[in-house]
Every structure is written in C-alpha cells, then in structure tokens.
C-alpha cells in the first residue's frame, strides 16, 4: 500500500469482499496473518461504506477535542510542573466595566446582548451564572486584567449601562480596590522574594514594604495604597499564588470619579 496517496477513505476495506483488509492502530502490536481460506463476504454498499467511514471520522473528531480541552487546562513551568489553574473568587461585591457608574445603574441598563463580551479582548468579561444576573456580564481576572488603554466594551455597548469613555478618562475611576491576603501569599507561605504586584500595578497603588521594619532581612510584603488603586485586576491576575490569588479585588457599589 502507499501511504503517501492514500487519503484515507476507507472504501478499500468496506468493498473487499474478502475481508483481507482492517484499519487498526498498529502501535506496539504486530501484524495478524491473513486466513488460509478466507471466507467471503457480503458485498456493502455505498451507503454502508459512507456510514462506516462517518462514525470513524465523527468518533476519531470527539477524541481529539477532548485531548485538546485537556491539554489546554493542563499548563506547564519551565521545569515540565504543573501550574494550577486559577479559580474564579467569591466576590463580597461584583465588579461592573469602568464606565458603569454603578453595580445597580449596570445591571438596571444593561440587557445582556454580550457585545461588550465579545468585544473584550482580555477575557475579563463574560456572561455572569448569577441567577438574579443571568447571562449580565461580569468582571473576573483569573484569565486576564482590564488593560488601562483598552475601550472596546464602552465603545459597542448600546443601552447605556457602560459609558463611552477614553483611556485618559478610564483610568480616573474607581470600580474596586485591592486586598492583600497574607495566607496565601508566596512570600509568605513559601519563602519566594516576589514582588508581581507591585511590578505590574499600572497605576503604582502596590509597594513592597519590610513585614518587620526594625529587621532589615525582613522579607517584603505588599501595601496597597487604597486611594490611588483603580480595581483594574492586573495584581491579582499576574499574582503566582494557585489557585485563589493572594492579592484579589472587590468591587465598589457606587464608582468613585477622581
């Protein structure tokens, strides 16, 4: 047989009307001898061969998606570790897109059409499984961070419940602001000399501080300065504690304007 023009169609195994051919996977097993007096076969027909060669293709499709799926949630450090994924966190208050003014003025305004969600390229919004919210987008950060220059959601949405706004005016509201959580923290639990936070905070409101002032080995943890932080997630997005981040956001009921 040659492999290289074979286009797999299988009609050469569904009209043998010896039943000398068979696909199989071939790994790690040897070939099976051919009968000595092989006996004959029913001829089948096209329709037969095209059944056949569907439930092969449809059967071979929902392994392969499913070693996909898998293999997308499975990630690994530069040491072939597994990294958990993050989860999603309980919020004491949700977070609504900047521009919203408000979590009450949001979700009396917005109708669910799932522009915004479409619209955003940095998986912060989807659709909330809240019941007194259904299918109402919501902010979360465990797969990205609402970037200080991005607009996408308050240029498409069209009732009203987010706002037209520019990067300049984006970055003077207040959705959220930032807690530290000691117990998780890396620093902390395990010793490492961090400092994500405070890294990638875009508006600086994270800086690393000595946890024992009088100890000049005393390792460094983060504060956040409540007045100048925005809630855009950046922090507890890239923070390296799995699966809650050590360092989360809650949102504001009413935003604050600076």
Known sequence: MDYSRCVDCFNCIENCKFGAMKYRFAYGKKAEPAPVNPTPVKETT?????A???AFI???????TSAALHAQDKKTDGGLATILPKKKIERETPITP?????VKDFYR???????????CPNNVLRPSSDLN????????????YCRPECTKCSEVCPAGAIKKITPAEKTSFKVGIAQWNRDLCVVLTDGVDCG???RHCPTGAIMMVSLNPDNPRSPKIPAVNEAVCIGCGACENL???RPISAITVNGLQVHIKN
Do not use: W
Request: with cysteine; aromatic share 4%.
């Open 98 to 102: 900047f521009g919203s003014e408000s």
């Open 239 to 241: 923070c390296p504690a």
């Open 133 to 144: 919210h259904l299918m109402q987008p919501e902010m979360s950060y465990e797969k990205g």
């Open 109 to 119: 305004k917005c109708t669910a059409c799932q522009l915004c969600v479409s619209a």
């Open 52 to 54: 056949g060669r569907r």
């Open 196 to 198: 994500n936070c405070a």
């Open 58 to 64: 449809a059967s071979s499709a929902i392994a392969l």
């Open 46 to 50: 096209q329709e037969g061969s095209d």
